[in-house]
C-alpha cells in the first residue's frame, strides 16, 4: 500500500512537472480601443460671445449732405436786396444843361459881393458828360459809382467891379474864365419791391428803397484879364455822406421787353455844423440831386431820357460861398447783364 501511494504521489508529480513544461497557447493582447479625442463640452452662448470677434457692422458709406435746395425764382410778392435777375450795368449819359448858374465868394478879407458866371460872361446853357456803373449783390442790395463832368467858358468885359480871392478886375477889363466841375457819387442801396404776376412772362414789380451816398464835389475856376493882367485861379474840393431814395415801377412785357418808370433822388438838408460831411475848408452844406426817368429795355440794352435837377453849397476856410445849379433833360444808354 506504502508502494501504491508512493507511485502515485510519484506519477501525480511528474504530471505537474510535464503541466508546467507545455506550454499554452499565446494569449492574444488585449486590444485597447483607441482613445477618442475628449469632446469639450460645448460652449455657453455667453463665453462664445466672449471669445468670438467682436462682430462689426459693414461700414456705410459716408452720407452727403443734401445738396442746397437752388433758390426759387422770383415770380410773386415781395423781394428784397438787389432788382432779380440782374448783375451788373454800365451805363454812359449826356445831361443837356437849360440852366446853370455857379457863384463864387472867395478871400480871407472883408465879404465881398459874390462872382457869378453871368458876370464873366459864361453861357447859361451847357452838356455834361457821365459814365458809370451799378452791380447788384444779391440780399445785401446794390453798389454804384457814377461822375460827371462839366466845363464851361467865358469870354466878356466886365458889367462891373469884380474881387474874388483878393485880386480885383475893374469894370470894363475883358477877362477870360473858365470853371470845370466834377461831380461823383459812390452809393450802396437796397432795392425793395412787390411784384404782381400777370401772365408767364408779364408782371409789374412796384419798388423802393433807401440809398446812402457819398458825394463829392470838385470844381475849379481859372480868371484873367487879356494881355498882361490880374489872374486869379483856385479849386475846391468838398466831400459827404447823403443820403437818398429810389423808387420805380417795372413793367416787364416779354422776356424782351421791359419798362421802367424811375426817380432817384439825394438829399442832403444844411445841418448844423455839417456833421455828415468829411471837409472843412469848404465842407458840404447842402446837397440836393434829383432825377425822373422813362426808360425802355429791350434784351440787355436800356435807353433812358429824364429831367435832371442838381444844386449844391459849399463853404469854410476862404471859400465864403460856393454854390452850383444846374437843370435840364438827359439820354442815358446802358447795357445790363
Request: glycine share 10%; charged share 25%.
Amino acid at each position: 500500500m506504502n508502494r501504491a501511494v508512493i507511485v502515485a504521489l510519484a506519477l501525480a508529480f511528474a504530471g505537474s512537472a510535464l503541466g508546467e513544461d507545455d506550454p499554452s497557447p499565446p494569449e492574444k493582447p488585449e486590444q485597447q480601443a483607441p482613445e477618442k479625442p475628449e469632446q469639450q463640452a460645448p460652449e455657453k452662448p455667453e463665453q462664445q460671445a466672449r471669445e468670438k470677434p467682436e462682430h462689426q457692422a459693414p461700414e456705410k458709406p459716408e452720407e452727403q449732405a443734401p445738396a442746397e435746395k437752388a433758390e426759387q425764382p422770383y415770380t410773386e410778392g415781395w423781394h428784397g436786396g438787389s432788382p432779380p435777375g440782374e448783375h451788373v450795368v454800365f451805363r454812359a449819359d449826356l445831361w443837356a444843361i437849360e440852366r446853370q448858374r455857379t457863384l463864387l465868394e472867395v478871400g480871407h478879407g472883408p465879404r465881398t459881393r459874390a462872382v457869378v458866371t453871368g458876370d464873366l460872361g459864361e453861357p447859361a446853357t451847357g452838356d455834361a458828360g457821365g459814365l458809370g456803373f451799378e452791380v447788384y449783390s444779391g440780399k445785401t442790395g446794390w453798389f454804384s459809382i457814377d461822375w460827371w463832368t462839366l466845363q464851361s467858358r467865358g469870354l466878356a468885359p466886365l458889367a462891373r467891379e469884380i474881387e474874388i480871392d483878393g485880386t480885383t478886375f475893374a469894370q470894363g477889363t475883358v477877362v477870360a474864365s473858365e470853371i470845370t466841375q466834377h461831380i461823383v457819387k459812390i452809393r450802396d442801396g437796397l432795392d425793395i419791391r412787390y411784384r404782381f404776376p400777370a401772365g408767364p412772362e408779364t408782371w409789374l414789380d412796384i419798388n423802393f428803397g433807401p440809398v446812402t451816398a457819398l458825394v463829392i464835389r470838385y470844381e475849379s475856376f481859372d480868371i484873367h484879364s487879356l494881355g498882361p493882367g490880374p489872374r486869379s485861379s483856385d479849386a475846391l474840393l468838398a466831400v459827404s455822406l447823403t443820403p437818398g431814395l429810389r423808387a420805380g415801377v417795372d413793367l416787364h412785357a416779354t422776356n424782351e421787353l421791359t419798362l421802367r418808370l424811375g426817380s432817384d433822388v439825394d438829399l442832403l438838408p444844411h445841418l448844423a455844423h455839417n456833421p455828415l460831411s468829411f471837409t472843412r475848408a469848404p465842407s458840404l452844406d447842402a446837397w440836393a440831386d434829383a432825377r425822373g426817368y422813362f426808360a425802355a429795355r429791350f434784351m440787355f440794352v436800356e435807353l433812358a431820357l429824364g429831367w435832371r435837377y442838381y444844386r449844391s453849397l459849399g463853404s469854410g476856410g476862404k471859400f465864403r460861398q460856393a454854390a452850383s445849379q444846374m437843370s435840364g433833360a438827359f439820354a442815358e444808354l446802358a447795357v445790363r447783364f
